[in-house]
């Protein structure tokens, strides 16, 4: 069964780095979202993709984060400058219509020093 | 704002008791409910959602709107259900909002 992946599974950065978290959703799924959950809460929503736009996004998606899909098969979130309060799990996922189950991958872990 | 409430932060029930995890929601207009299930070391997985009203894995769950709630239920609970629940919600299909929002979730123990 076609799972969404992501990839690395842990990352630790220094404060003020640039991360890029990559997904890659379900072959024929297109639309696309970002989540985080921070240690000990809820999971929060940050953006949602389709047709190469931002769709959706949250008040916690400011200017230093981003999303492209810079090929046929990837979905990456950029933070820019990373803060400690970045750290979390970071989750994508994917739907085959806007209507549809999102499909969720196993998660980044972040950790901001 | 659109809010959702997961009371219990944990609940701990023996094998063959039924059980009921509790989703209270807010949101002004018809929204969708969904119950997501998270195994230990899984992703985040779809357990069922009001509009299909189907049972998964013998959970249903009923969307009261007069209460505001989505509680889930198991008349006879087995060990292999022990996993966190998130209740979720997003818009109906037709508002163009897809964003989930998120309870905290419970963790359900069921002790053999």
């Known amino acids: 069964e076609p799972e969404v992946t992501q990839t690395p599974s842990h990352q630790v950065t220094q404060m003020g780095q640039e991360v890029i978290l990559r997904c890659v959703p379900i072959s024929n799924h297109l639309y696309f979202y970002w989540y985080r959950q921070i240690l000990g809460q809820k999971v929060e929503f940050l953006v949602s993709?389709?047709?190469?736009?931002?769709?959706?996004k949250s008040e916690i998606f400011d200017d230093q984060f981003s999303v492209e899909r810079p090929d046929g098969s990837n979905f990456t979130l950029k933070i820019r400058s990373t803060k400690l309060e970045d750290s979390a799990m970071y989750f994508c996922a994917s739907s085959p219509e806007y209507q549809e189950t999102q499909y969720f991958g196993p998660g980044t872990r972040l950790l901001v020093l | 704002a659109q809010r959702v409430t997961q009371p219990e932060k944990l609940l701990s029930v023996f094998k063959g008791a039924p059980v009921e995890l509790k989703c209270n929601y807010s949101?002004?207009?018809?929204?969708?409910l969904f119950w997501y299930v998270q195994y230990s070391r899984q992703r985040l997985q779809l357990l069922l959602r009001h509009i299909s009203r189907e049972s998964i894995k013998g959970f249903t769950a009923d969307l009261n709107k007069g209460e505001t709630s989505f509680h889930l239920k198991k008349p006879f609970a087995q060990e292999e259900d022990s996993a966190m629940y998130y209740c979720a919600l997003s818009g109906a299909s037709d508002t163009g909002r897809r964003a989930l929002t998120f309870g905290s979730g419970t963790r359900l123990q069921v002790q053999p």
């Open positions: 993709f389709y047709n190469n736009e931002i769709s959706e």
């Open positions: 949101y002004s207009g018809s929204p969708e």
